[in-house]
């Protein structure tokens, strides 16, 4: 920029310091003749030139003019005409160079279109102040910017980001004190449920000495009798043994009942539960990454060809497949390609607007042929499922259906089984909401299983 100061500079200068300069003129040759123009009245006035020594702060005191050099400073006279030996005073703008009159009329430039250099350099003059005001007013906007905009952006910045952290610490404290009290509350669940057990254990273990007590008691009286007694005795003791037996009896036969059991529920929590699962999802545990496989997919349903994405086709338009011992022919099912039997796995079925789906898992030795409820999912004791028909939302397993309240229809249901602890949870990814949870005993590997009766569905790969 500075560059460019110092020639708005030098020519503002020199215009001023060379009292004899020529008159103004633009000469057009044409055919040999050449056509005058007076221009002295276009020469810049010197109020024009105040006015940007004001603007600029550059003054004619500032710079001096020395004998003309070229602009790399090899001595050769700018103002003198290379070809011809004459002044300088014409500019050809055909060219864009500088020229003399012999270069007009007899040179190179004849019948170009030519004009007065004093017109040229008034022209590159103007154009100069243009552009060194608008860098100044550039320059003044970007003082603005940095002295206004960006010093209130850094003072809105430490009052957010300070708020932010306030936030979160919070938020964090929040949840923190949800899971605390959540916490003692299963914990204090727990004990007491501990506690009726281990008291319920008491009370038949005190019950069933005093039985076993009494049971001993009666039969060490009948076994005497009957090795003491003679024939007449034991005929008279008809009462003693009446009694003895009757006491037998009431003993009764111990059972083992679910009282004795210690209720799981007592540890289930909607809360906890819904964060252990974003816990999962968004923590290191990786979303399992599968594939339908293919020979399980009934003909009623198309996979395709990245073997994620199912869509159901209806009856009429169904296509014979290849027989296969391990695909559907009945229900529009399909299987996943790998079981799991121990870790922690989850994984994210796109439903969209389908009105008719099920997902879930099941076992790989879940019947496949025939249409018995064997075969279907949900329906038999081999698969657990969460069904969505029309409007209605159920979780499905043996034939038992429990209803689930849905505010909002998924267009997504994420499945998390963590084997450790024997749970099978549905929930909505978007929302984070459990939809369904439930803790069960599974002896074989499980699958992942879905089915679909309007249109499609597709494994999602995070």
């Not at 010197?46 to 003019?65: L, M, P, R, W």
């Not at 009948?222 to 006491?247: G, Q």
């Not at 064997?374 to 939302?393: D, M």
Request: negative net charge; contains cysteine; charged residues 25%.
């Amino acid at each position: 920029m500075s560059g460019d100061y110092g020639i708005c500079e030098l020519a503002v200068v020199s215009l001023r310091d060379n009292e004899n300069e020529p008159d103004y003129e633009i000469q057009f040759t044409h055919e040999g003749h050449i056509n005058t123009t007076d221009l002295r009245s276009k020469q810049p006035e010197d109020s024009q030139i105040a006015i940007f020594e004001s603007k600029f702060g550059y003054t004619n005191g500032t710079a001096s003019v020395g004998s003309p050099t070229d602009a790399s400073g090899t001595g050769v006279d700018p103002t003198v005409c290379s070809a011809h030996g004459v002044d300088v005073d014409r500019y050809c703008r055909t060219e864009g160079r500088p020229v003399c009159e012999k270069c007009v009329n007899q040179g190179a430039c004849r019948n170009h279109t030519v004009i007065s250099l004093h017109l040229r350099a008034t022209a590159v003059r103007n154009q100069l102040v243009d552009v060194c005001e608008t860098m100044q007013l550039q320059a003044l906007q970007i003082e603005r910017f940095i002295n206004n905009t960006l010093t209130a952006k850094d003072k809105a910045l430490q009052t957010e980001a300070s708020s932010a952290r306030e936030r979160v610490v919070a938020q964090v404290n929040a949840v923190r004190e949800a899971l605390d009290e959540e916490e003692q509350r299963l914990l204090e669940a727990v004990q007491r449920e501990e506690e009726r057990i281990e008291q319920c254990l008491l009370t038949q273990r005190a019950h069933w000495s005093k039985a076993l007590n009494t049971l001993t008691h009666a039969r060490t009286s009948l076994v005497h009798m009957l090795t003491n007694s003679t024939d007449i005795m034991l005929v008279n003791t008809d009462t003693e043994i009446s009694d003895r037996i009757e006491e037998a009896e009431g003993v009764g036969v111990p059972k083992d009942s679910e009282h004795l059991n210690m209720n799981r529920d007592c540890s289930d929590s909607k809360l906890m539960l819904g964060m252990w699962a974003s816990a999962l999802l968004l923590g290191p545990t990786a979303t399992a990454r599968m594939y339908f496989d293919e020979r399980t997919v009934s003909h009623l349903l198309l996979l395709s060809s990245d073997q994620l994405t199912l869509t159901y086709r209806p009856k009429r338009q169904k296509k014979p497949l290849p027989y296969d011992p391990a695909r559907f022919d009945n229900w529009p099912n399909a299987l996943c390609l790998d079981p799991f039997s121990s870790g922690t796995h989850a994984w994210v079925m796109y439903v969209g607007d389908s009105t008719a789906f099920k997902v879930g898992v099941c076992y790989r030795s879940m019947e496949r042929k025939g249409s018995t409820n064997e075969s279907r999912l949900g329906f038999n004791a081999k698969s657990w499922v969460l069904s969505h028909y029309e409007e209605n939302y159920s979780y499905c397993h043996n034939g038992q259906v429990v209803n689930v309240v849905v505010v909002k229809s998924p267009t997504k249901v994420g499945v998390l089984l963590d084997w450790p602890t024997q749970t099978l949870l549905f929930y909505d990814p978007d929302s984070k909401c459990v939809l369904h949870a439930v803790r069960d005993t599974f002896t074989e590997p499980l699958l992942p299983a879905c089915a679909v009766a309007d249109r499609s569905l597709s494994i999602l790969h995070c």
